[in-house]
């Protein structure tokens, strides 16, 4: 009897097994945060497939260094490598009903124009840059930094509570607090390129290659929820020191910073700007 009562119930339990582990996930994969349908098959993907949701985007001017590129290199192809063209804050966070077991995370993105030489090869596709990002956020109330990982450099605004470093040697990004211990490591390191059209281009030898992007995934679980309250991203650029490509290859002259390129809040203008061997940075500050 008992048998034949599991028998009776067995596909309603089958669909609803469907439903549970197929079907929702598949929803929320597909549908999540988008709810426009676009495109030749009227489904578009969620932006957590593809760096995740734009909390904040700032563009930064080509041509734009802070000091002369060092004698003995390539000029061209090294300076594509220290040349910032844009900063994004992005968050990728899945509903917890899709199931998918992704770490929510916020993507630290820069962009550089064309393919970036990496001239010591390293697996992470790039050797020359090293980038800091010192993140102000809601929850901590740091006041002053005692970290001797710190760019030379003056803060023109909040303090900060978090160092974020990303070389091309390091497994992942790594989150520094401000005494310089380290606090926490990144989700993630990625390389995409992109052409013209902002599509994806597979490869590094392509010529179609018109944008690298670098992303560095932090673990929200650590930071916060970077889509609440103010957070603030002061963000820089050095060469890589080759013994220790956490730290900016120092200037050859005292009169020049150690920082090639820095991305300024829009109501900073450029042209005003005057370098120095401290320069000052700006907070680009992205509010929700
Ligand atoms: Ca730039």
């Not at 050859?252 to 920082?259: G, K, L, R, T, V």
């Given at each position: 009897m008992q048998n034949k009562a599991i028998l009776k119930s067995l596909p309603m339990m089958i669909i609803a097994f469907l439903v549970a582990v197929v079907l929702v996930p598949v929803a929320y994969f597909v549908m999540e945060g988008s709810g426009d349908w676009t495109g030749r098959t009227g489904i578009k993907i969620t932006p957590n497939l593809d760096d995740g949701f734009i909390l904040g985007e700032f563009e930064d001017p080509a041509d734009d260094l802070l000091r002369p590129l060092p004698e003995g290199l390539d000029f061209r192809d090294i300076k594509k490598a220290l040349d910032i063209r844009k900063f994004s804050v992005k968050m990728v966070k899945y509903h917890p009903l899709s199931g998918i077991g992704l770490q929510p995370r916020l993507n630290l993105v820069f962009y550089f124009e064309g393919i970036l030489p990496n001239p010591q090869n390293s697996s992470r596709g790039f050797s020359l840059p090293v980038m800091h990002v010192y993140l102000d956020v809601p929850e901590l109330q740091t006041t002053e930094y005692s970290s001797e990982k710190v760019a030379p450099a003056r803060f023109k605004g909040p303090a900060w509570d978090y160092q974020v470093i990303l070389d091309g040697f390091h497994e992942q990004a790594r989150i520094f607090d401000a005494r310089g211990n380290l606090v926490g490591q990144g989700l993630g390191v990625y390389l995409h390129y992109t052409d013209k059209n902002d599509v994806p281009v597979k490869g590094d030898t392509t010529r179609e290659v018109q944008t690298t992007r670098i992303t560095a995934a932090l673990p929200i679980k650590l930071l916060g929820d970077p889509s609440r309250g103010e957070w603030s991203y002061y963000v820089l650029l050095g060469l890589a020191?080759?013994?220790?490509?956490?730290?900016l290859a120092p200037a050859?002259?005292?009169?020049?910073?150690?920082?090639f390129d820095i991305v300024v809040p829009p109501e900073v203008h450029l042209l005003n700007y005057k370098s120095s061997p401290i320069p000052e940075l700006f907070p680009l500050t992205v509010t929700n």
């Open positions: 020191d080759s013994r220790y490509p956490s730290f050859s002259n005292p009169q020049e910073p150690a920082i």
